[in-house]
């Protein structure tokens, strides 16, 4: 029986609805470790779809790939129409990407990190100031913008490295383990960006371990381990497949699937 997000897919294809992001068979090894064994998925405009499996399943291998820092041994990778290998470049602007520990440069200030990131993802010189300046009062960092980011906690690095994700305005948004280091009032500004930009008809694709958040967030929902995809469906359709309501059990039961194969 077909998942609920394949019928999805399905029913976008026959509109003529193409997925933003799309996944089909990759695989990347390092030396003798083959991370990454032909992972396939979908990710739509309009809906939050999460990236989840164990410490080493091979998603930020899979994430690096999409947003152009590592390249795939077999399979590809397109983005908005445009692939991640043969035309990089171009799929590069149409992301925003919030790699798991992005680094800053710390002599300059998250003003002047957000508004370098602006300048090299071809916002218009006299537009950058005036993004700059949205950007961080919509995550509201104004306290420490003007400072060195030298020195940051983990979680003011993060939100001036999303700053610098958003600030070109990107059409898919790209998040690894977004709230690591954010308290709870800044995870909940966080979630309730994400929920803007799906509302907006953004496509937002993130990894996360914290099963509260990926009920709290998610449409759609790719479990992969060892590599692959163990499934790969809606929320409603994994609990349907695994025969779990928890979406903590359900995550479980599909990890065994490929442990059992």
């Known amino acids: 029986m077909y998942g609920t997000k394949f019928r999805y897919a399905l029913f976008s294809r026959l509109l003529g609805a193409e997925p933003m992001i799309n996944v089909d068979g990759i695989h990347k090894s390092f030396g003798d470790v083959h991370a990454v064994r032909g992972i396939s998925f979908d990710a739509p405009d309009g809906r939050i779809t999460g990236l989840l499996g164990p410490n080493g399943a091979g998603k930020s291998t899979t994430l690096r790939v999409l947003y152009t820092v590592l390249k795939p041994d077999e399979g590809s990778a397109i983005i908005d129409g445009s692939d991640v290998v043969a035309d990089s470049l171009v799929a590069r602007q149409k992301i925003g990407a919030l790699p798991h520990g992005a680094g800053l440069y710390p002599h300059l200030t998250a003003?002047?990190?957000?508004?370098?990131?602006?300048?090299?993802?071809?916002?218009?010189?006299?537009?950058?100031?005036?993004?700059?300046?949205?950007?961080?009062?919509?995550?509201?960092?104004?306290?420490?913008?003007?400072?060195?980011?030298?020195?940051?906690?983990?979680?003011?690095?993060?939100?001036?490295?999303?700053?610098?994700?958003?600030?070109?305005?990107?059409?898919?948004?790209?998040?690894?383990?977004?709230?690591?280091?954010?308290?709870?009032?800044?995870?909940?500004?966080?979630?309730?960006?994400?929920?803007k930009l799906k509302d907006a008809g953004?496509?937002?694709?993130?990894?996360?371990?914290?099963?509260?958040?990926?009920?709290?967030?998610?449409?759609?929902?790719?479990?992969?381990?060892?590599?692959?995809?163990?499934?790969?469906?809606?929320?409603?359709?994994?609990?349907?497949?695994?025969?779990?309501?928890?979406?903590?059990?359900?995550?479980?039961?599909a990890i065994q699937m490929v442990g059992d194969e």
Not at 158 to 168: I, M, N, W
């Open 111 to 195: 003003r002047e990190n957000v508004a370098y990131y602006a300048s090299l993802c071809g916002v218009d010189k006299n537009d950058v100031d005036d993004r700059v300046s949205d950007i961080i009062r919509l995550l509201e960092i104004e306290e420490f913008a003007d400072r060195r980011t030298k020195g940051f906690s983990q979680g003011q690095r993060t939100k001036v490295s999303l700053a610098r994700a958003l600030v070109h305005d990107p059409q898919n948004v790209i998040l690894d383990e977004p709230t690591n280091g954010l308290d709870v009032m800044a995870t909940r500004s966080l979630r309730h960006l994400i929920l």
């Open 202 to 253: 953004r496509c937002v694709l993130f990894s996360s371990h914290v099963m509260q958040e990926v009920a709290a967030l998610c449409d759609d929902i790719c479990i992969i381990a060892n590599g692959q995809v163990a499934i790969d469906d809606s929320v409603a359709g994994i609990r349907e497949r695994t025969g779990q309501e928890d979406l903590e059990e359900a995550f479980v039961s």
